[in-house]
């Protein structure tokens, strides 16, 4: 299982979404994602976070909030990801030329109009105002086939 973050900075009602075009064999290729990775040892979730975030960005994070975790079984055709996703509205620095992809600020109600992947589209909402999630989100090919979740105060 590989074990990473999935994180969302926000700012005045837009979040800095990352469109990977720049990577090699890259299984999000062409999509818009949240900033984040995989763990290094001894990591928690915001160590992760607020590192992954540096080396992509630039930026440097405090006080990341831990929303939820998902579990996707068998998401690159090899392993089972389990992700903690995170929001974050402290930060400071400047964006920088990311090797991953471009880095652009998206208006908040722009956000669905962008190629997400699909169950990224159900689990940003899930961001405001609501209590932690845990959830799976299960898919075949890059398609999503089904999902579930549990909501907790």
């Known amino acids: ?5 999935l994180c969302y900075i926000r ?4 979040t800095l979404m990352l469109h990977r075009i ?4 890259d299984m999000h290729e062409g ?23 540096k080396e992509e960005s630039g930026l440097d994070v405090t006080d990341p909030r831990l929303n939820g975790v998902i579990s996707f079984p068998m998401f690159d055709g090899a392993n089972d990801w389990f992700v903690f996703i995170l ?39 899930w961001l405001d105002n609501k209590p932690f999630f845990s959830a799976k989100f299960v898919y075949e090919n890059g398609r999503l086939l089904n999902y579930t979740v549990s909501f907790h105060e």
């Open 11 to 14: 700012d005045n009602n837009r």
């Open 22 to 25: 720049k990577k090699q064999n």
């Open 31 to 53: 999509k818009w994602n949240g900033l984040g990775g995989k763990f290094l040892p001894g990591e928690t979730p915001e160590e992760c976070a607020i590192r992954e975030i």
């Open 87 to 125: 929001t974050i509205d402290k930060f400071s620095g400047q964006l920088i030329e990311s090797n991953e992809g471009d880095l652009e600020w998206i208006d908040n109600d722009k956000l669905f109009d962008l190629p997400l992947w699909d169950g990224d589209k159900i689990f940003i909402k």
């Open 1 to 5: 299982m590989i074990l990473a973050t």
